[in-house]
C-alpha cells in the first residue's frame, strides 16, 4: 500500500515538474514595460498534500490496493491450509502416489494462479495509477498555464525538497493561490455532477 502512495507521489512529482517546465517559455529579454523577468513558484509538495482531487484519488488508490491484497492473503491462506492439509494426510500413508502426485500438481497450479492473479492486480493498479497521474497532470498544467498568462509570469518553477531550486523568498510564491484554484474548481466540479444526478 505505502508503495503504491509512492509510486503516485512520485509520478505526479514528475509531472507538476514538467508540467510547471511546460507552462513557463523560455525568454532571457526584459518584459516590455522594462521590468525584467517575472518568475514565481510553486511548493510541489504542498500541492500533492492540499490538492484535494490528488487527495480523493489517492484514498481510492489506497482502498483498492488494500482490497486487493486482503484478497490475495485470504487466497494465500486458505492455499496453505489445503498444503497443511495435504501433508498431513501424506504422512498418515493414505494416499497413494498417484494421488499425491496430483495433489502437489494441483497445489502447484494454484499458487502459480494467485501469483499470477498478484500480478495482473499490481499491473492494473500501476495502469490506474498512471491514468489518474496523467489527467491530473493536465489539470495542473492548464491551472498553472492560465495564471502564468492572467499574472503575466515568464516562468512558473516547482520548488521541492531535494529538487534543483534549493532556495526561493517566499514573496515569490504562489502555492496558496494555485490550490485555492485548483480545489474550487474541483469544488465547484462535484456541485454540478451533483446537480446534474438529481
Do not use: W
Not at 49 to 55: A, C, G, I, N, V
Not at 113 to 135: C, H, P, S
Request: net charge negative; proline share 1%; aromatic share 6%.
Amino acid at each position: 500500500m505505502r508503495k503504491i502512495n509512492l509510486i503516485i507521489l512520485a509520478a505526479l512529482s514528475i509531472s507538476f515538474s514538467i508540467a510547471c517546465k511546460e507552462s513557463a517559455h523560455v525568454s532571457t529579454a526584459p518584459t516590455a514595460s522594462g521590468e525584467g523577468v517575472k518568475i514565481a513558484y510553486v511548493n510541489g509538495d504542498s500541492i500533492l498534500l492540499h490538492y484535494k482531487d490528488f487527495r480523493k484519488e489517492s484514498e481510492a488508490m489506497e482502498a483498492k490496493q488494500k482490497k486487493a491484497e486482503e484478497e490475495l492473503q485470504s487466497k494465500g491462506a486458505a492455499l496453505e491450509k489445503e498444503i497443511m492439509a495435504y501433508q498431513q494426510k501424506a504422512k498418515t500413508g493414505t494416499m497413494t502416489g498417484k494421488e499425491m502426485e496430483a495433489r502437489e500438481k494441483y497445489l502447484s497450479s494454484r499458487q502459480e494462479e494467485i501469483l499470477a492473479e498478484r500480478d495482473r492486480m499490481a499491473q492494473a493498479i500501476m495502469q490506474e495509477t498512471a491514468e489518474i497521474n496523467k489527467r491530473l497532470q493536465a489539470v495542473l498544467h492548464e491551472k498553472l498555464k492560465a495564471i502564468k498568462e492572467s499574472q503575466g509570469y515568464d516562468f512558473i518553477l516547482s520548488y521541492v525538497e531535494g529538487g534543483p531550486v534549493l532556495v526561493a523568498d517566499e514573496k515569490y510564491d504562489i502555492t496558496a493561490t494555485v490550490l485555492k484554484e485548483l480545489n474550487d474548481e474541483a469544488a465547484a466540479g462535484s456541485s454540478a455532477d451533483s446537480t446534474a444526478k438529481k
